[in-house]
């Protein structure tokens, strides 16, 4: 469709740049006499004088033949003052800068037969907070989302014919969801993605503030960073097995997200992932993780406790900062090599923390910086315990203690290692009789029959 669109508009070009604008009721023209066609242009030594609100009619009429009017041109209305435009249907294409600098331009009407808009045609530096739409058909094919909300100034509501759009189902068609998509429509409460739908962008939905529900399909193979922060309504959501990795500033602010789904094949935590996810009382951090980025669980004020695995490495900076509710962190890590600036600051209620691995770990002063450490138990293996007391920043514990079940939580982790529970959830050292459950050391679960 936008092919054969944009091969009839380079056909018209050289027609339109040779005819002469011709004004119409106080807006110039350029006229193609032999299609028909009325293509909005702007004066070339001066700018329009318009304010409030700006309705480009669908056809125009000039010594007795009637136009369709199917572009609004470059730099059309640079600089006005409108606060409202209408544009028709008709219209197909929206030129590059046609309303730059409309600083006072609020809202706008589009067509569902737009299917293109150029470079900078809305500009950047407006406060748009309406978009109304005739029809969903085709809109989804029209790019001007990205040209339009990433520069809105203020959240952007969306209208369709006159009604609040709060349920948006993207067409089946659709196997991308680009960049930005529906970023900043604070209105939407819930989205339905086709099976189709393959990758999400960078983005997609961040400061979609009402969404309440949206379906992933299984076939999702990436989601993009940020593509769901700032979904302060968002509760629950499913990852699905697909995705391997949790992306940065995934859920930033998702205030309300309390319930997450997602595979035990999950090999790493990106940064800033769930910076602000208050509601989250629990995570359990699945054992085929290998690394958790900078802040990724930072303000989650709602944490009470958190597994460290055993593939971790290294304790990134601020990763758990802000953490106010949590009380007991345990680090089955059996290499931990490090702990960053800051990465348990201001855990004010934290009361307990376990250190599994093997050697004393080295930590930066202010790894628990605003903790109250001095009143902090540190449970470590019982052969470092002189060794944590002769170091910085452990020395500072209110007491060092061993911990007894070292020579099981400290296993080496090796392709072997299986760990045995009973449907109720009680751990076993072997399978017993019935029906049990075997998870490996990366993190992989089965359900097996003891006869």
């Known amino acids: 469709m936008k092919k054969s669109i944009f091969t009839i508009l380079v056909m018209f070009m050289p027609m339109l740049a040779s005819a002469d604008p011709v004004e119409i009721d106080g807006i110039l023209y350029n006229l193609v006499n032999k299609a028909k066609i009325a293509e909005v242009t702007h004066p070339i030594d001066h700018g329009y004088e318009l304010t409030g609100e700006l309705y480009i009619p669908s056809t125009v009429t000039y010594n007795g033949e009637e136009y369709n009017v199917t572009i609004i041109g470059n730099g059309a209305f640079w600089g006005t003052e409108i606060t409202s435009v209408i544009i028709p249907e008709g219209v197909t294409k929206i030129d590059n800068d046609a309303f730059m600098e409309c600083r006072e331009l609020k809202s706008i009407t589009i067509p569902k037969s737009l299917a293109y808009v150029g470079k900078d045609a809305f500009g950047n530096d407006f406060s748009i907070s309406s978009i109304y739409i005739s029809s969903l058909e085709d809109w989804f094919n029209v790019e001007f989302v990205s040209s339009i909300v990433q520069s809105s100034l203020e959240e952007t509501h969306f209208y369709l014919n006159g009604n609040l759009i709060q349920e948006i189902v993207i067409p089946e068609d659709m196997t991308s969801i680009p960049n930005y998509f529906l970023s900043g429509f604070s209105d939407v409460r819930s989205i339905i993605l086709h099976d189709n739908v393959t990758t999400i962008g960078d983005g997609a939905f961040s400061g979609c503030s009402n969404l309440t529900s949206i379906t992933i399909p299984d076939n999702i193979t990436s989601i993009g960073n940020g593509a769901f922060s700032g979904c302060s309504n968002l509760t629950s959501i499913t990852i699905p097995d697909n995705i391997t990795a949790i992306s940065s500033a995934l859920f930033w602010g998702c205030s309300k997200l309390s319930s997450i789904s997602f595979s035990d094949e999950i090999t790493s935590i990106e940064r800033w992932a769930f910076n602000g996810c208050s509601s989250l009382s629990s995570f359990v951090i699945p054992e085929s993780v290998k690394s958790v980025d900078t802040g990724a669980f930072a303000a989650c004020t709602g944490l009470t406790s958190i597994t460290i695995p055993k593939q971790i490495k290294d304790i990134k900076e601020y990763t758990y900062s802000g953490c106010t509710s949590l009380t007991s962190v345990t680090a089955e890590c059996a290499y931990l090599r490090s702990i960053s600036e800051c990465a348990f600051a201001d855990c004010t209620d934290l009361t307990d923390v376990y250190l599994y691995s093997e050697y004393v770990p080295v930590a930066s002063q202010d790894a628990f910086k605003g903790s109250y450490a001095e009143y902090v138990t540190l449970h470590v293996p019982e052969t470092l315990v002189e060794a944590y007391k002769t170091q910085e920043p ?25 760990t045995f529970y009973t449907l109720d959830g009680v751990q076993s050292d072997k399978p017993q009789k019935g029906i049990n459950i075997i998870r490996t050391n990366e993190g992989k679960t089965k359900k097996v029959l003891v006869k």
Not at 397 to 406: H, L, Q, W, Y
């Open 394 to 418: 452990w020395n500072q514990f209110k007491e060092i203690v061993p911990i007894t079940d070292t020579a099981i939580r400290s296993a080496k982790t090796v392709e072997s290692e299986k």
